[in-house]
């Protein structure tokens, strides 16, 4: 902790460091909030709220990263930026697995229920791994629309995880879970390196807000096939 010993010399601010953790990081990490949407719970985090558990997330991305063979060089050193922004959200859903899966997995249709993607297609062919092209335009970046190409690794009905490997967004790799049988959980986390000259806290709020509304629409699509509403729309 920072500044005067005598607490008769300190104002209600308080500046102070944590080891290890970007002042950047560690402000996100401490600013989440819990909110009810339509009968499901969304808990929307920058980052977690506890530093171990942030760096088990960190690692379990970077392992991901690894074994989708992106971000190892030829001698094997996995390089990560110190510039990184790390998004986790869950979300309580009232449909089962398989139908939460169906959505999920469901990505030529993605952007037909999620705001602001404006493209998600796969671009594989059968038998090859799984890559999807997708586009979005965020209302904080009106000119630069993110293009990325992902690769694609899928466990069914549980685990999706995901990579970048081309596009303007410098480093994108991530997960979605589904936990549970009935009334699942939807887990997603993603790590990024932005990769475009914006101040880091904006962003911190660009990517909050997609993980935020990704999630609430993958929950609200869920609950629109389960109160029978087809696939197509």
């Given at each position: 902790?920072?500044?005067?010993?005598?607490?008769?010399?300190?104002?209600?601010?308080?500046?102070?460091?944590?080891?290890?953790?970007?002042?950047?990081?560690?402000?996100?990490?401490?600013?989440?909030?819990?909110?009810?949407?339509?009968?499901?719970?969304?808990?929307?985090?920058?980052?977690?709220?506890?530093?171990?558990?942030?760096?088990?997330?960190?690692?379990?991305?970077?392992?991901?990263?690894?074994?989708?063979?992106?971000?190892?060089?030829?001698?094997?050193?996995?390089?990560?930026?110190?510039?990184?922004?790390?998004?986790?959200?869950?979300?309580?859903?009232?449909?089962?697995?398989?139908?939460?899966w169906q959505v999920l997995s469901d990505y030529g249709r993605w952007a037909e229920f999620i705001p602001d993607l404006t493209v998600s297609r796969v671009i594989s062919a059968p038998g090859e791994p799984l890559r999807l092209e997708q586009r979005a335009q965020l209302p904080w970046l009106p000119?630069?629309?993110?293009?990325?190409?992902?690769?694609?690794?899928?466990?069914?009905?549980?685990?999706?995880?995901?990579?970048?490997?081309?596009?303007?967004?410098?480093?994108?790799?991530?997960?979605?879970?589904?936990?549970?049988?009935?009334?699942v959980r939807l887990v997603y986390r993603s790590l990024i390196e932005p990769g475009f000259s914006v101040p880091p806290e904006v962003s911190i709020?660009?990517?909050?807000?997609?993980?935020?509304?990704?999630?609430?629409?993958?929950?609200?699509?869920?609950?629109?096939?389960?109160?029978?509403?087809?696939?197509?729309?």
């Amino acid at each position: 902790m920072y500044g005067p010993t005598d607490p008769e010399e300190r104002s209600g601010a308080i500046s102070f460091a944590v080891d290890g953790v970007h002042p950047h990081d560690l402000g996100a990490m401490l600013d989440f909030k819990d909110k009810e949407v339509n009968n499901y719970t969304f808990t929307s985090q920058s980052y977690l709220p506890n530093v171990a558990r942030a760096q088990e997330t960190l690692a379990g991305l970077l392992d991901i990263a690894a074994r989708l063979e992106s971000l190892a060089d030829p001698g094997g050193i996995l390089y990560w930026p110190l510039e990184r922004i790390l998004a986790v959200a869950e979300i309580n859903t009232h449909v089962d697995r398989e139908l939460a899966w169906q959505v999920l997995s469901d990505y030529g249709r993605w952007a037909e229920f999620i705001p602001d993607l404006t493209v998600s297609r796969v671009i594989s062919a059968p038998g090859e791994p799984l890559r999807l092209e997708q586009r979005a335009q965020l209302p904080w970046l009106p000119n630069l629309p993110l293009v990325m190409i992902l690769r694609v690794e899928e466990t069914p009905p549980t685990h999706i995880e995901f990579l970048r490997v081309a596009g303007n967004v410098r480093t994108f790799v991530g997960e979605w879970r589904i936990v549970g049988r009935n009334r699942v959980r939807l887990v997603y986390r993603s790590l990024i390196e932005p990769g475009f000259s914006v101040p880091p806290e904006v962003s911190i709020e660009i990517f909050r807000h997609d993980a935020k509304m990704r999630m609430e629409a993958m929950a609200r699509e869920m609950a629109r096939r389960a109160t029978g509403g087809s696939g197509a729309r």
